[in-house]
């Protein structure tokens, strides 16, 4: 805490979170002494703070009675990193973080102007996350909040999308959820102009406009299971359905650059996927550290027989022995 900058902030943070600090506590947490804790109590007052000094046995520093900071400015996109920030750590099972984050999630809602304060809590309300997630390309702020708003309120919104092949489409669309998978954002939801459903990465949709509509999600629809299962319904060959017996979020962290789909069950974790060559597939389960059950492909059991075979053979290979 070397910077008198930083210094001055702290000495402000601890003034607002105590009653009364006497000028000796103040400079043992800022790490200084006494008269430079004056001279940084005389910056906050050049600052418009009402620093108060009460002299004497009991005496110390405080805030004036009745001052409270101004509310915190954010952007639009600024508010929204915070927020998605404090989800992540939540979501993805950032245990230590959590009561923390509960208590900053708290304090920003508390401050933040009406304008900002519902769309963020639409997006806390129906954000979900996929358990692999890697770094991918991010949508508009204002994109992403009006989808999530949409989403809770049951409101059917016309979004202008632009597809892979550059190929520009006004449609209207009823956001049944937003999901984040795999380094990238969609919406899930029935597209009018297909009169399906649809996921749209959102990164490609460059605005979304209210419409006079509303919508109900069909009963037991999850946006996740549909968005995982349209995406592993690619030109790949082989179905694969494998219950690796270990616990959910080890294996998670194993096979987190992994496309995938992981599911908690009694006896383990369900990994759904699809492949293109199933001994990469082999190769994948035997460098896990637990057992699994191979569901299908069947063909995948004699991938792993063969893989298992020739590391057996390897392991009997004593040196000097030809190569075979």
Known sequence: MSHPLTRVL??????????????????????????TVRRYTAHLRELGIPVEAERGRYGGYRLARGYRMPPL???????????????????LGMETAAPAGAGAMAKIERVLPQALREPLAAMRET???????????AP?????????EASRARATVGISHVSSREEHTERD?????????TGRWYVVGHDHLRDDLRSFRIDRIASVTPRVGAFTVPDGFDPVDHL????????????????????????????????VTLTAQPTGVLLHTRAERLDGMAHLLASLEWPFTIHGPD?????????????AESAERLPGEAQP
């Open 10 to 35: 702290t000495l402000l943070e601890l003034l607002q979170s105590n009653v009364r600090l006497t000028g000796a506590e103040l400079a043992e947490r800022l790490g200084t002494d006494v008269r």
């Open 73 to 91: 400015v954010l952007t639009n996109d600024e508010a929204l990193a915070v927020v998605l920030g404090l989800l992540a750590a939540e979501r």
């Open 127 to 137: 954000l979900s996350f996929t358990a692999s997630t890697v770094p991918g390309q």
């Open 140 to 148: 508009g702020t204002g994109v992403l909040l009006a989808l999530a």
């Open 173 to 181: 669309v009823d956001p049944y959820g937003v999901v984040f998978h």
């Open 228 to 259: 995982t299962s349209t995406l592993g319904q690619g030109s790949y060959r082989w179905r694969v359905e494998v219950t690796i017996h270990g616990p959910l979020d080890e294996v998670a962290r194993r096979l987190l650059r992994a496309a």
């Open 299 to 311: 063909e995948l059991r004699g991938e792993v027989k063969g893989l298992a075979a020739r590391l």
